[in-house]
């Protein structure tokens, strides 16, 4: 149940993140990301007790004598190779990436996502052959065993109370009532500047303030704009409450005021199904543009953020002007907006 979980919130997590062309994701419920995401990392630390119990029980069978004893027990065993390993790459890829560390030379999503498939599949063959074992041995009395060891009771209890442990000391970096015992999580609710965790600072990201900035909107427009933060602060002001929730397992509500961004685009005479390209002052990195498409532009919540928590904008959230919109992962709410790139569907 727990792979099952992680593998599905993790495929909703990377084509939010990376949507091919027929997947257009609503921008309501505001917090399914957050939901989901919440689920696929904490839930993901918390099986890590419950793979490691699952490893330390089966140990003993990989120095059985021979080795194999035919064709189908030699593929049988060599099918659980891509499960242990792809497991353990997961988690221990997954846990590198949730502390921001990347020692290994490839790039982490396409690679999690990926060995999540073989892992998964290799899983089902898996419970797939021991299910017919099982089912083989119905109606045959097994020989009494004398218990060496722990008993399985005493086992099944302490895997649970471990994995319960991991839950309660994650959970609180997307569960805010709970902030406070988060002391595994990289990121806490109310924690960094203007009291919302930053990951990326403007210092990492090479942008600095600049008194001359101007928003572009052009492309597929009846009429280019370009508006200065004056412009922007001169047209009608709306207020939302809206999470920010990252990849990386943590989420944190925010109040945030600025100018919906459908009133920017009907301004320039934008199409009702065209596509915005959001690009970011950050002259490098994956993520310094992002594509948002009409079910999130036209939606009500879907700002320009000037003002967070009753203040103007922080150059590391994002002044003189970033992104926020619901049902959003963080890392497609771009910071330090330059230009908004208008094309047809």
């Not at 302490?158 to 994650?170: H, K, Q, S």
């Not at 109310?190 to 600049?210: E, F, H, I, S």
């Not at 009608?236 to 100018?259: K, M, Y």
Request: aromatic share 10%; hydrophobic share 45%.
């Amino acid at each position: 149940m727990s792979f099952t979980v992680a593998f599905v919130t993790g495929l909703i997590s990377h084509f939010m993140q990376h949507p091919p062309g027929w997947a257009v994701w609503p921008s309501r419920p505001v917090g399914l990301y957050r939901l989901t995401q919440g689920l696929h990392v904490i839930g993901g630390l918390a099986t890590i007790p419950l793979l490691l119990a699952k490893l330390w029980t089966v140990y003993p069978k990989l120095w059985q004598w021979p080795p194999v004893r035919s064709a189908g027990h030699a593929v049988e065993r060599a099918l659980v190779f891509p499960l242990v390993a792809g497991a353990l790459f997961q988690l221990v890829t997954g846990l590198f990436n949730i502390a921001y560390f990347y020692p290994f030379p490839f790039f982490f999503p396409a690679a999690h996502y990926w060995t999540a498939y073989i892992v998964y599949g290799a899983l089902l063959i898996h419970v797939a052959n021991q299910w017919a074992k099982v089912r083989g041995l119905w109606g045959t009395k097994a020989p009494a065993a004398r218990p060496v060891g722990p008993s399985r009771r005493g086992v099944l209890a302490t895997v649970a109370g471990a994995c319960g442990l991991v839950g309660l000391v994650t959970v609180g970096e997307t569960f805010t009532p709970l902030g406070g015992l988060a002391l595994l999580a990289p990121r806490r609710p109310g924690v960094g500047p203007q009291r919302l965790p930053v990951n990326k600072t403007a210092a990492a990201a090479g942008v600095t303030r600049d008194p001359a900035w101007r928003l572009a909107v052009t492309g597929d427009v009846t009429r280019e704009l370009s508006l200065s933060l004056a412009d922007l602060r001169a047209m009608p002001r709306h207020v939302v409450r809206l999470p920010i929730a990252c990849v990386e397992g943590w989420s944190a509500e925010a109040t945030w005021a600025g100018v919906r961004l459908r009133d920017v685009l009907h301004a320039a005479g934008v199409d009702a199904d065209a596509r915005v390209r959001v690009e970011s002052l950050e002259a490098r990195g994956r993520y310094r543009t992002s594509e948002v498409d009409p079910p999130h532009w036209h939606d009500e919540l879907t700002l320009l953020a000037l003002d967070l928590n009753g203040e103007p904008l922080s150059l590391d959230h994002g002044y003189p002007c970033r992104l926020i919109a619901p049902d959003r992962p963080g890392v497609l709410q771009t910071k330090w907006i330059a230009r908004l790139v208008v094309s047809r569907s």
